[in-house]
């Protein structure tokens, strides 16, 4: 599927932490990209959500407005998400997240269960792995252009590839931004992580979405994820491989909307 990056009919602020896209005027529901990308890979989910989500995608620490963001560490990312959430103004909400996002968003629902409403928790991991360390070290010593062909193999399908779709377009235009520094401390953070011995402490509604064509989170991953969180749901959309919500926006969310709509 294709993506339309402009912002629309989403309102647009350039905040001090970085840069925010948002619709709706309901409960706020704050997305958290992956790896590499900003605040638009949600913008074409977000117009698809009823009105009565507040729906904020914001750019996460060391991309899209905050690029020259000095954090280089999980913890800085996780604060940083949360000083953008205290700038909006936010006391209680619900969280999105897909890949990177998805763990940071779980990582949030553990340390403040008291403000995060729900979580969806979209093709990501608990733990880290060697292979996200390996990611950090092939930048510094080839340059982040060096690793955006493999990236995108393991984001979408091969056809999605070979037509240059816009959501593909979209994500190599990003990475191609990224700075090798960033590109490497992102990887070596979630590379750190270690929260899986703790999945039996989410107290959060929450809802494990995984694509069936995911070559990066497979399903069986997700489905153990899903089964180590109290009274968690879990949803596979069929033939939809890791960027799920740039793949097929529609179906990303007609599959969270009416968690969302229910745990608030």
Same mark, same amino acid.
């Given at each position: 599927?294709?993506?339309?990056?402009?912002?629309? /009919? &989403? !309102?647009?602020?350039?905040?001090?932490?970085?840069?925010?896209? /948002? +619709?709706?005027?309901?409960?706020?529901?704050?997305?958290?990209?992956?790896?590499?990308?900003? !605040?638009?890979?949600?913008?074409?989910?977000?117009? /698809?959500?009823?009105?009565? #989500? !507040?729906? #904020?995608? #914001?750019?996460?620490?060391?991309?899209?407005?905050?690029?020259?963001?000095?954090?280089?560490?999980?913890?800085?990312?996780?604060?940083?998400?949360?000083?953008?959430? /205290?700038?909006?103004?936010?006391?209680?909400?619900? =969280?999105?997240?897909?890949?990177?996002?998805?763990? &940071?968003?779980?990582? #949030?629902?553990?340390?403040?269960? @008291?403000?995060?409403?729900? =979580?969806?928790?979209?093709?990501?991991?608990?733990?880290?792995?060697?292979?996200?360390?390996?990611?950090?070290?092939?930048?510094?010593?080839?340059?982040?252009?060096? +690793?955006?062909?493999?990236?995108?193999?393991?984001?979408?399908?091969?056809?999605?590839?070979?037509?240059?779709?816009?959501?593909?377009?979209?994500?190599?235009?990003?990475?191609? +931004?990224?700075?090798?520094?960033?590109?490497?401390?992102?990887?070596?953070?979630?590379?750190?992580?270690?929260?899986?011995?703790?999945?039996?402490?989410?107290?959060?509604?929450?809802?494990?979405?995984?694509?069936?064509?995911?070559?990066?989170?497979?399903?069986?991953?997700? @489905?153990?994820?899903?089964?180590?969180?109290?009274?968690?749901?879990?949803?596979? &959309?069929?033939?939809?491989?890791? +960027?799920?919500?740039?793949?097929?926006?529609?179906?990303?969310? !007609?599959?969270? @909307?009416?968690?969302?709509?229910?745990?608030?």
């Amino acid at each position: 599927m294709g993506m339309d990056t402009s912002v629309g /009919e &989403l !309102r647009n602020i350039d905040g001090a932490f970085g840069g925010v896209i /948002e +619709q709706g005027t309901g409960h706020p529901v704050v997305f958290l990209h992956s790896v590499g990308l900003d !605040r638009y890979a949600w913008g074409p989910v977000l117009a /698809e959500l009823p009105n009565d #989500i !507040r729906a #904020i995608a #914001i750019d996460l620490p060391m991309h899209g407005r905050d690029a020259t963001s000095p954090v280089t560490d999980w913890n800085g990312l996780v604060t940083g998400i949360m000083d953008a959430i /205290e700038s909006l103004g936010l006391k209680r909400f619900s =969280l999105c997240g897909l890949s990177l996002g998805g763990s &940071l968003a779980l990582d #949030i629902s553990l340390r403040y269960p @008291d403000r995060v409403s729900s =979580l969806v928790f979209a093709a990501a991991i608990a733990d880290g792995l060697p292979a996200l360390m390996g990611r950090a070290i092939a930048a510094e010593r080839e340059g982040v252009e060096a +690793q955006i062909s493999a990236t995108l193999e393991r984001w979408f399908v091969a056809d999605d590839i070979a037509k240059d779709l816009p959501s593909v377009a979209y994500a190599r235009a990003r990475l191609e +931004q990224m700075s090798i520094r960033h590109w490497a401390a992102t990887w070596r953070a979630l590379a750190g992580i270690r929260l899986e011995h703790r999945l039996a402490d989410v107290c959060v509604p929450t809802l494990v979405v995984a694509g069936e064509a995911d070559a990066s989170v497979p399903v069986p991953v997700l @489905d153990r994820i899903a089964a180590a969180i109290p009274d968690a749901r879990s949803v596979v &959309l069929e033939g939809v491989p890791h +960027q799920i919500a740039l793949h097929d926006p529609v179906v990303f969310a !007609r599959a969270v @909307d009416g968690f969302l709509l229910k745990n608030m």
